[in-house]
């Protein structure tokens, strides 16, 4: 996996080469130090068996996720752009993550190599680093469908293929089209095509870094954002969705899945209480109340981050409003981050039933998911999960008070890198502002609250379980 890393890292030296700049160095010593432990990892492991059980792959992915961050930190500390380490990190991971969350208060100052690395990070952790392995060179990852239970996103699963290495690549297949696609919108509204490989990149991984500091409000067009729009928007739905629809016909079950629906909901309701209050409150026009807002709200719901606006600008109930579109995030099997709207339909039909069983308490009430019954371990899984996201940003939002951080800011990062959104919600970090004023204690906390938030929690935390490393 090491030696795939490496393979990117040769593409942004390409970049450099061609751009001319002074980043080339860094990139070649990061690709040397990359070959040097690949090959001690590989004459470490030259006797080991490529059979994963559980617990290894949960490790392995777990792993993966912090080396691949560790190494791809090395271009932005060696060329001296974002000289202190824990910077660097905290930049590659929020990467890797799709979070979006940046340290740099001005990306303009980088040469075009990083800011290609820095969007690339995105992309390929947009579905998954070793879901990209396995997707193009499965059997370097043994145990498959074990690796990708501890990395894929959402609690319902659906299988296009019986071969997990064929979903994989007609997964992939779908990441690709929607990227070129996006790539070519952004061409013909007036990108270069620097940026328009940059911004499609970062926009399908759902990721939200930019080559410009105003993201795509640089350009000032209503062409780019409704693009940005679309794009997001099909970014955030299921991909196995979005291939059954396109290649398999299946036009009316996409329109009846019950997801979907609230994800449609989310969007058309969050953007007409914010369009209100706009035109109410900031004297926005109409039809720039609507694009403003709307964009907006699928930025946050996809967990995008990437902006037109300034939206700490906008009257506090908006924040209210993009809070709770950034905590339910996309769909699950989608690129979005968030708690994901399938566990969003299941939390309100076991409140709803609950609700029945105290009028008829010997009722049996299935939990129903677009005709299928959700198991009752699968119901206790949600909540608890539910339960953990909450703990979790709690227990952030309070280190962050004790860290000095302002109680707004604190609450709104610990829900943006729980979920990998990447924008906050408040006046000292706002949606348009890096976050290099925080501590590095603090960083090291996000960074981890990340990559929790992209392996949905429990595949991280039960490394830090005493049983995990019992051989019984």
């Known amino acids: 996996?090491?030696?795939?890393?490496?393979?990117?890292?040769?593409?942004?030296?390409?970049?450099?080469?061609?751009?001319?700049?002074?980043?080339?160095?860094?990139?070649?010593?990061?690709?040397?130090?990359?070959?040097?432990?690949?090959?001690?990892?590989?004459?470490?492991?030259?006797?080991?068996?490529?059979?994963?059980?559980?617990?290894?792959?949960?490790?392995?992915?777990?792993?993966?996720?912090?080396?691949?961050?560790?190494?791809?930190?090395?271009?932005?500390?060696?060329?001296?752009?974002?000289?202190?380490?824990?910077?660097?990190?905290?930049?590659?991971?929020?990467?890797?993550?799709?979070?979006?969350?940046?340290?740099?208060?001005?990306?303009?100052?980088?040469?075009?190599?990083?800011?290609?690395?820095?969007?690339?990070?995105?992309?390929?952790?947009?579905?998954?680093?070793?879901?990209?392995?396995?997707?193009?060179?499965?059997?370097m990852v043994g145990g498959t469908v074990k690796v990708f239970a501890a990395e894929a996103t959402g609690p319902i699963r659906a299988k296009m293929h019986p071969r997990l290495s064929t979903n994989a690549k007609w997964i992939w297949s779908i990441y690709l089209t929607l990227t070129i696609g996006c790539a070519i919108m952004f061409y013909f509204g007036g990108m270069d095509l620097f940026d328009c490989m940059n911004y499609a990149m970062t926009i399908t991984a759902t990721g939200g870094f930019a080559t410009h500091s105003e993201s795509t409000g640089f350009y000032h067009s209503a062409f780019i954002d409704y693009t940005s729009i679309t794009f997001m928007f099909l970014s955030g739905i299921s991909f196995t969705m979005l291939y059954a629809m396109i290649f398999k016909g299946r036009v009316k079950q996409f329109f009846k899945n019950t997801e979907l629906k609230l994800y449609c909901a989310l969007v058309v309701i969050a953007t007409t209480v914010i369009t209100y209050f706009l035109l109410r409150y900031n004297d926005y026009t109409l039809e720039e109340g609507i694009k403003n807002a709307l964009f907006q709200v699928v930025s946050f719901l996809t967990t995008t981050g990437v902006f037109n606006d300034n939206a700490a600008q906008w009257h506090h109930i908006t924040w209210v409003v993009l809070s709770v579109c950034m905590f339910f995030g996309g769909c699950a099997g989608s690129t979005a981050g968030g708690f994901k709207c399938v566990r969003g339909v299941m939390v309100l039909k076991i409140v709803q039933n609950e609700l029945k069983h105290i009028l008829h308490p010997k009722a049996v009430l299935p939990v129903k998911v677009n005709g299928m019954s959700v198991a009752y371990g699968q119901q206790m899984t949600l909540m608890a999960f539910f339960a953990a996201y909450f703990m979790l940003a709690l227990v952030s939002y309070f280190i962050m008070i004790l860290a000095g951080v302002d109680s707004t800011n604190s609450f709104t990062i610990a829900l943006s890198c729980a979920s990998n959104v990447g924008p906050t919600l408040g006046l000292e970090i706002g949606p348009t502002m890096s976050w290099d004023v925080l501590p590095d204690v603090v960083k090291w906390l996000l960074s981890l609250l990340m990559l929790m938030g992209r392996l949905e929690i429990f595949s991280v935390v039960v490394l830090f379980t005493p049983s995990f490393w019992k051989d019984n």
Not at 15 to 29: G, K, N, R, T, W
Not at 65 to 92: H, R
């Open 1 to 139: 996996m090491l030696l795939l890393e490496a393979m990117f890292i040769l593409v942004c030296i390409g970049v450099s080469l061609f751009y001319h700049e002074d980043d080339i160095m860094a990139f070649s010593i990061t690709l040397v130090l990359m070959f040097i432990g690949a090959i001690i990892l590989r004459f470490m492991g030259r006797n080991a068996s490529n059979n994963l059980g559980r617990r290894d792959a949960y490790l392995l992915v777990t792993l993966t996720w912090i080396i691949f961050s560790l190494f791809g930190s090395f271009p932005f500390s060696i060329s001296g752009y974002i000289p202190n380490f824990t910077n660097a990190y905290f930049e590659t991971i929020s990467g890797f993550t799709t979070t979006g969350a940046s340290v740099i208060d001005v990306v303009e100052v980088l040469p075009h190599g990083l800011l290609f690395w820095r969007s690339m990070t995105q992309w390929i952790g947009g579905l998954g680093i070793v879901f990209f392995t396995i997707a193009i060179l499965p059997s």
